[in-house]
């Protein structure tokens, strides 16, 4: 069994204070329980011989005088990219149509002449009344948020980004496609850990799924997370440079 450390002292914790069957590692110089399978994970090697200097493609690391450490990977991906653009392109097209008519409707209701290429807001024949309206964006609203979901899904695919900044006494953790995207500080004096992690869950169909992700663990019990749109090879990068950094 891989022999943990103390992500406090940073001690070897021995063999008699760890308790496999409650996952509990004890490190009697701090006094303080932690989670065995959570110091494992730490402790395990995210990259034979990490070279920051040569990181995996679609990975960098960055040394700035003015932006600091920069270590990041691009989320691109092929084959998501294409499936993303499929679903979004069959889907999108055929929900785009009943939303240029209820967005005719809504126009001509209120007083904005229409061109004539424009879809006439016409149901059975008749014009869409108010409440026909109000119920077709109410219809069409999930169509439209899953549809949105698929256009930025293959935006990330092809030039989303995870990056993480260091800077002075804190780091920013940023996802997202250019400009637009997440993001999460944290003071590098709390971190305790970083680690991957994997976690199982349920699809809509009820197929177990597996999700794997960089935990930055800080030492008031939260963590910052982020990383799972990113490929095994970049992941495990991005994780091992952040320890080097951070701890």
Not at 186 to 196: L, M, Q, R
Request: neutral net charge; contains cysteine.
């Amino acid at each position: 069994m891989t022999v943990p450390n103390c992500p406090d002292c940073r001690q070897i914790i021995p063999a008699d204070e760890i308790n496999v069957a409650k996952d509990l590692a004890y490190c009697r110089s701090c006094n303080a329980a932690h989670s065995l399978s959570g110091l494992i994970e730490s402790s395990h090697d995210l990259g034979p011989k990490l070279d920051l200097e040569r990181p995996p493609s679609g990975a960098w690391y960055r040394r700035d005088p003015l932006a600091g450490v920069i270590i990041g990977a691009t989320h691109r991906t092929w084959g998501a990219a294409a499936g993303y653009l499929a679903i979004a392109l069959l889907g999108n097209g055929i929900v785009s149509v009943f939303v240029l008519i209820a967005l005719s409707g809504t126009l001509r209701h209120l007083g904005v002449v229409l061109p004539g290429w424009f879809p006439a807001p016409k149901m059975d024949g008749e014009d869409i009344g108010v409440g026909e309206l109000i119920f077709l964006w109410i219809f069409l609203t999930p169509f439209i948020v899953v549809g949105t979901g698929m256009i930025l899904g293959f935006l990330s695919s092809i030039i989303g980004r995870t990056e993480v900044r260091v800077l002075g006494t804190t780091g920013r953790a940023f996802v997202g496609v250019g400009p637009l995207g997440w993001s999460r500080r944290f003071p590098i004096s709390a971190v305790k850990a970083v680690v991957v992690s994997s976690k199982d869950w349920r699809d809509s169909e009820g197929a177990v799924q597996n999700k794997t992700q960089i935990e930055v663990q800080l030492s008031d019990g939260e963590s910052v997370k982020f990383g799972s749109m990113l490929s095994d090879s970049r992941q495990r990068f991005l994780a091992g440079a952040l320890r080097k950094d951070l701890l």
